[in-house]
């Protein structure tokens, strides 16, 4: 399974005076079960990009490609691509309307055809998976907590049992600990289920820590796409356009600088750790 | 979808009719829609075209954004036409089959009226899109301040327009996004038969009547803490004040709507 954007560009507003081009000639494959974080601050052109992953927006130039498959062709099953393609918007508990959270999470696999039995099944299965307490289910969604309501709502998408998962900005908007369980969510969901991850963020240190491939969008263009390590030795470059590399990344650098023969292309606290012992001994 | 409503959606450009005060706008978007139902004959049409056209030449707004808001009435005017086309007595019959009688003052009065929705629109649609909607309820205000000698809350009512007026593209920005993110789980907004597709808003109006309480709780919250009291002794950062053009503007409009007037008492 793999999704392909050739030379994919998109305009917002075209001929008006607020005309802007949110993505300019991207060239992009996602292969199976990768975790890609895609990393860019506020307007880069992130959101955008995902929602071609889909087929909600459509491009006003260039191809996607779905398993080989041209997803613009007439007779193109978007939703069946929106059943293999999950993705989870940006404060996705702004749309839950159910009067259960039980409901809610049925709403997807319903839509995707399931019957009642089979959909609660899903149901059940995925609000576990987010780790929801059973005895939770059958309240109203709008009783929760922000962190819980965020994980009922990714649960609604999981539940129409994607191959694909895409979470925009998942962790905007929570306290570190709320933040730091979704992410161990989503790291163990495409651990278990082989699931292709798509994270995206403005935070390069939340998504150093769990991704094996990033890509920094710029003004509407892919900056840098390689693994964190790869992506960070451009610290300086990343901060010129508004992005600031792991805290880690500045230590390995300046110790490096100063004599001590650590790997610079560490990025989480760990590896720095390894490194730095290694060093003295 | 939502972005095709233009109707209150303003168009950014420099041009004489954009810097026109607010109520010299007011107050000829009022004159003109007078005088759409004062013109009966051909000269009149004329007078009003030329006004019109002049309006949204010097308006610099491209004339497709006017025509646009015409999509949403176009079922009102067939109907409107069709009413005045059969049902307009007069003897000069030009067809009949049946009950079903076509006179030339029909056709005339199907046409008038015809021209005056499509001016009506497209002329109220020239305020919409060179004012934003601050100006427009600054200009309210302003021109209403006199009413609330006798008690009518012309503040209170001018800050809950620009309010409503200043979350209708928040709203719209929300639904679209709500849309997208039901139509990723599978819902479809589009087809079926007409219960589906109202059974198919429910998810998309719950979400949105949540979030516009979530959002009027967070406003009223946050001018509470800037100490907003109301209109007493409350002064504008930038008030109003007529320039030359402004009274130029005014003497155009009194040519016009008298020319019209005038037009219609001893005219034809
Ligand atoms: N619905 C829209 N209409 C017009 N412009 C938009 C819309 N959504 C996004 N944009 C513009 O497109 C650019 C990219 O936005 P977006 O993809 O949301 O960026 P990000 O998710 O990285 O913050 C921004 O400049 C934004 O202003
Ligand atoms: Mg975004």
Same mark, same amino acid.
């Given at each position: 399974?793999?999704?392909?954007?050739?030379?994919?560009?998109?305009?917002?507003?075209?001929?008006?005076? &607020?005309?802007?081009?949110?993505?300019?000639?991207?060239?992009?494959?996602?292969?199976?079960?990768?975790?890609?974080?895609?990393?860019? $601050?506020?307007? !880069?052109?992130?959101?955008?990009?995902?929602? $071609?992953?889909?087929?909600?927006?459509?491009?006003?130039?260039?191809?996607?490609?779905?398993?080989?498959?041209?997803?613009?062709?007439?007779?193109?099953?978007?939703?069946?691509?929106?059943?293999?393609?999950?993705?989870?918007?940006?404060?996705?508990?702004?749309?839950?309307?159910?009067?259960?959270?039980?409901?809610?999470?049925?709403?997807?696999?319903?839509?995707?055809?399931?019957?009642?039995?089979?959909?609660?099944?899903?149901?059940?299965?995925?609000?576990? !998976?987010?780790?929801?307490?059973?005895?939770? &289910? &059958?309240?109203?969604?709008?009783?929760? !907590?922000?962190?819980?309501?965020?994980?009922?709502?990714?649960?609604?998408?999981?539940?129409?049992?994607?191959?694909?998962?895409?979470?925009?900005?998942?962790?905007?908007?929570?306290?570190?600990?709320?933040?730091?369980?979704?992410?161990?969510l989503i790291a163990a969901m495409h651990k278990e289920r082989n699931m292709t991850v798509v994270l995206v963020s403005h935070s390069m240190e939340d998504v150093a820590k769990y991704v094996e491939r990033m890509i920094v969008m710029n003004d509407g263009e892919i900056m840098y796409d390689g693994t964190p390590g790869e992506v960070f030795l451009h610290y300086k470059e990343l901060e010129a356009v508004g992005l600031a590399a792991p805290q880690v990344?500045?230590?390995? $650098?300046?110790?490096?600088?100063?004599?001590?023969?650590?790997? !610079?292309?560490?990025?989480?606290?760990?590896?720095?750790?390894?490194?730095?012992?290694?060093?003295?001994? | 979808?939502?972005?095709?409503?233009?109707?209150?959606?303003?168009?950014?450009?420099?041009?004489?009719?954009?810097?026109?005060?607010?109520?010299?706008?007011?107050?000829?978007?009022?004159?003109?829609?007078?005088?759409?139902?004062?013109?009966?004959?051909?000269?009149?049409?004329?007078?009003?075209?030329?006004?019109?056209?002049?309006?949204?030449?010097?308006?610099?707004?491209?004339?497709?954004?006017?025509?646009?808001?015409?999509?949403?009435?176009? %079922?009102?005017?067939?109907?409107?036409?069709?009413?005045?086309?059969?049902?307009?007595?007069?003897?000069?019959?030009?067809?009949?089959?049946?009950?079903?009688?076509?006179?030339?003052?029909?056709?005339?009065?199907?046409?008038?009226?015809?021209?005056?929705?499509?001016?009506?629109?497209?002329?109220?649609?020239?305020?919409?899109?060179?004012?934003?909607?601050?100006?427009?309820?600054?200009?309210?205000?302003?021109?209403?301040?006199?009413?609330?000698?006798?008690?009518?809350?012309?503040?209170?009512?001018?800050?809950?327009?620009?309010?409503?007026?200043?979350?209708?593209?928040?709203?719209?920005?929300?639904?679209?996004?709500?849309?997208?993110?039901?139509?990723?789980?599978?819902?479809?907004?589009?087809?079926?038969?007409?219960?589906?597709?109202?059974?198919?808003? %429910?998810?998309?109006?719950?979400?949105?009547?949540?979030?516009?309480?979530?959002?009027?709780?967070?406003?009223?919250?946050?001018?509470?803490?800037?100490?907003?009291?109301?209109?007493?002794?409350?002064?504008?950062?930038?008030?109003?004040?007529?320039?030359?053009?402004?009274?130029?503007?005014?003497?155009?409009?009194?040519?016009?709507?008298?020319?019209?007037?005038?037009?219609?008492?001893?005219?034809?």
């Open positions: 399974m793999s999704l392909i954007l050739d030379k994919v560009s998109y305009v917002y507003s075209e001929g008006t005076a &607020y005309e802007r081009w949110a993505l300019k000639n991207i060239n992009l494959k996602l292969e199976d079960g990768e975790f890609i974080g895609i990393i860019g $601050h506020t307007g !880069s052109g992130k959101s955008t990009l995902i929602q $071609h992953f889909n087929g909600l927006i459509k491009a006003t130039s260039g191809g996607i490609y779905f398993n080989g498959r041209d997803i613009y062709e007439e007779d193109y099953d978007k939703r069946e691509l929106r059943t293999q393609v999950g993705l989870v918007f940006q404060y996705p508990e702004h749309q839950l309307f159910e009067t259960t959270i039980f409901d809610d999470v049925c709403f997807g696999p319903i839509n995707q055809g399931l019957s009642k039995n089979e959909a609660g099944l899903r149901a059940f299965e995925a609000l576990r !998976s987010v780790g929801m307490p059973e005895k939770l &289910y &059958y309240q109203s969604p709008f009783d929760l !907590s922000g962190g819980q309501k965020r994980r009922v709502a990714i649960a609604g998408v999981l539940a129409m049992k994607p191959k694909m998962l895409i979470l925009d900005e998942p962790t905007a908007g929570l306290d570190p600990k709320g933040r730091d369980e979704i992410l161990d990344t500045y230590l390995m $650098h300046e110790l490096k600088e100063q004599g001590l023969p650590v790997n !610079s292309a560490a990025t989480t606290v760990e590896e720095a750790m390894e490194s730095i012992l290694k060093a003295f001994r | 979808m939502f972005r095709e409503i233009t109707l209150g959606q303003y168009y950014l450009a420099d041009s004489p009719i954009h810097r026109l005060d607010p109520r010299v706008k007011l107050l000829g978007t009022f004159v003109y829609i007078l005088s759409l139902f004062l013109f009966r004959d051909v000269v009149g049409f004329a007078v009003v075209t030329v006004f019109l056209v002049c309006v949204i030449r010097s308006s610099k707004v491209p004339f497709s954004y006017m025509v646009k808001g015409l999509k949403a009435i176009l %079922v009102l005017m067939v109907v409107t036409a069709l009413f005045n086309l059969f049902l307009t007595p007069g003897d000069r019959v030009l067809f009949s089959y049946g009950i079903l009688k076509i006179t030339l003052e029909g056709v005339k009065n199907a046409g008038f009226m015809l021209v005056r929705l499509i001016y009506l629109i497209v002329g109220t649609s020239v305020m919409t899109l060179t004012t934003t909607p601050n100006q427009l309820t600054d200009g309210l205000e302003k021109a209403l301040m006199p009413l609330s000698k006798v008690k009518v809350p012309v503040h209170s009512i001018a800050m809950i327009m620009s309010i409503a007026l200043r979350f209708i593209p928040i709203l719209i920005e929300e639904t679209d996004i709500i849309m997208k993110a039901q139509t990723a789980r599978g819902a479809d907004f589009e087809n079926g038969n007409l219960v589906k597709r109202t059974k198919a808003m %429910v998810p998309l109006l719950v979400p949105l009547f949540v979030s516009a309480f979530r959002r009027a709780d967070d406003l009223a919250m946050a001018m509470e803490a800037r100490c907003y009291m109301g209109g007493a002794g409350r002064t504008k950062m930038k008030p109003l004040r007529y320039r030359k053009e402004d009274f130029k503007g005014y003497l155009v409009l009194a040519a016009y709507f008298g020319g019209i007037v005038l037009w219609r008492v001893f005219g034809g």
